[in-house]
């Protein structure tokens, strides 16, 4: 276990949250960075947190409706989660973090 990449890991989760723009949706490459970071936790603290992922169920292209001169609905941008959804579980494992003690234990 290396409680510095954890240290890291955990501020970088941290700041995410800080920096949120309050959209209608978080982009897919923060979900992959929010991703990769749970991997170091889960590496570094030998604990499961499959549970934090956001699914890839959840991430959804916006649909713009038609207009007068486009009737049908088209996709717009890039797949994105709801914020909230992404902000509950940023929430959810900093709370397991701040509550737990993330060392793995040796048996």
């Known amino acids: 276990m290396d409680a ?3 240290a ?3 501020a970088l ?3 995410s949250k800080r920096n949120l723009n309050k959209k209608v949706g978080i982009e897919e490459k923060y979900v992959n960075q929010f991703h990769a970071t749970l991997d ?3 590496s570094e ?3 499961s947190l499959a549970h934090f992922r956001i699914p ?3 991430l959804q292209c916006r649909f713009v409706f038609g207009s007068s001169e486009v009737p049908e609905a088209t996709i717009y941008g890039e797949p994105e989660c709801a914020t909230d959804l992404f902000v509950a579980k940023v929430d959810a494992v900093l709370t397991f973090f701040d509550r737990k003690p993330h060392t793995r234990q040796n048996s």
Do not use: F, N, P, V
């Open 4 to 6: 510095t990449k954890i």
């Open 13 to 15: 989760i941290r700041a």
């Open 40 to 42: 170091i936790l889960e």
């Open 45 to 47: 603290s030998g604990q």
């Open 56 to 58: 890839a169920s959840e």
């Open 8 to 10: 890291e890991a955990y």
